[in-house]
């Protein structure tokens, strides 16, 4: 069946969605209206996903729309935001069926429910599958969570365990092979990121900065490190590693997924030593990890657990450009 675009848009976006009092109009109109509260900042984030650049094409359009808000959120998270709205921008092939839509937007309304974010407007093309989302949310003025801010002394955190979407990754390209269960979890994570918001909203007025880890803790790590003008200290033994990574790879092969790999979305952030008890308050022990140190002297140390220097193997991934001037 032929499916006009605004079809597409009636069936699959413009209803269930969750509603929410402070939009006055969400779509059908040129643009969305809505009231910002009193009091709070907007934190606005966009995220695109390429098929075959940022998922498998063999991922599951449930999947597909679940990662690419959870990736928004994931944002929101990092700077202490609460989500709000969002937009959707829809690029899909023409032949594009029925249950792939159904799917998609089933996906994204599951978490957008979870969080009661509204959907109020998008655009919605034909041309290689893209996602593009656009989120806002809210923060109390003066309390957002910045990538500047760290300082020498502080502590460097990281909630949940790292590397998991990564082995997720690697296996579906067939670079590991594990047992079914183990597979199911790190796919689970790969697809499935968890938004780490109450941790990002908790985190404010403790943590003096905070990033995401969407490339890789070194690479965004490495950002906190950049706006901050600081350098670090990691340990090894200490990184937070699932059972999975433990049971199924080299202790060193689990630290360079931890340490390299993309996709996690955990977040990273820097508490001083006089907030650490707070710290200790607001967030569960088993949810968040002391990794290291930020000093003073610039760049970023790995240490094992003999104080050995260990070299991680690769950066985070990196969209190359290839611009000319004409
Ligand atoms: P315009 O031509 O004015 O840009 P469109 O025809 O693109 O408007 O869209 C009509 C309405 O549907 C708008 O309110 C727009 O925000 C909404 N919309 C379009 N595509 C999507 C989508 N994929 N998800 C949610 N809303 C959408
Ligand atoms: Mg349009």
């Not at 209803?15 to 009092?21: H, N």
């Not at 893209?130 to 003025?141: E, K, L, R």
């Not at 670090?232 to 790879?249: M, N």
Request: net charge negative.
């Amino acid at each position: 069946m032929l499916l006009h675009e605004f079809d597409v848009i009636t069936r699959y976006f413009s209803q269930t969605f969750p509603d929410r009092a402070d939009v006055i109009f969400g779509i059908g109109d040129d643009a969305a209206l809505c009231i910002p509260p009193k009091g709070m900042q907007l934190a606005i984030a966009i995220d695109t996903l390429v098929a075959g650049v940022h998922f498998p094409p063999t991922t599951a359009p449930k999947d597909i729309g679940y990662k690419a808000l959870a990736v928004n959120l994931s944002d929101m998270a990092a700077m202490g935001a609460t989500p709000a709205w969002m937009t959707l921008a829809l690029t899909c092939p023409p032949d594009t069926n029925e249950n792939w839509l159904a799917d998609f937007s089933s996906g994204l309304r599951e978490l957008a429910e979870d969080y009661q974010v509204s959907l109020i407007g998008g655009d919605t093309t034909t041309g290689p599958l893209t996602i593009t989302i656009q989120v806002t949310g809210f923060v109390p003025a003066q309390l957002a969570l910045y990538r500047h801010g760290a300082q020498p002394g502080d502590g460097i955190y990281v909630t949940g365990t790292l590397g998991d979407a990564g082995l997720g990754l690697a296996s579906i390209q067939q670079q590991f092979s594990l047992p079914a269960l183990a597979q199911h979890q790190v796919e689970s994570r790969l697809n499935r990121p968890t938004p780490r918001l109450q941790a990002g909203q908790a985190l404010r007025g403790i943590a003096n900065s905070a990033i995401d880890v969407s490339d890789g803790l070194v690479a965004d790590l490495g950002h906190i490190l950049a706006a901050s003008q600081v350098g670090a200290s990691i340990y090894l033994d200490q990184l937070p590693l699932s059972t999975v990574l433990r049971e199924q790879l080299s202790l060193e092969t689990a630290w360079q997924l931890a340490l390299s790999a993309g996709d996690d979305y955990e977040l990273c952030f820097t508490v001083p030593q006089h907030q650490e008890k707070l710290l200790s308050k607001v967030l569960m022990r088993d949810s968040y990890t002391r990794i290291g140190l930020i000093e003073a002297s610039l760049g970023l140390r790995c240490f094992d657990a003999n104080g050995q220097a260990f070299i991680p193997q690769t950066k985070g991934y990196q969209h190359q450009f290839n611009l000319n001037s004409n």
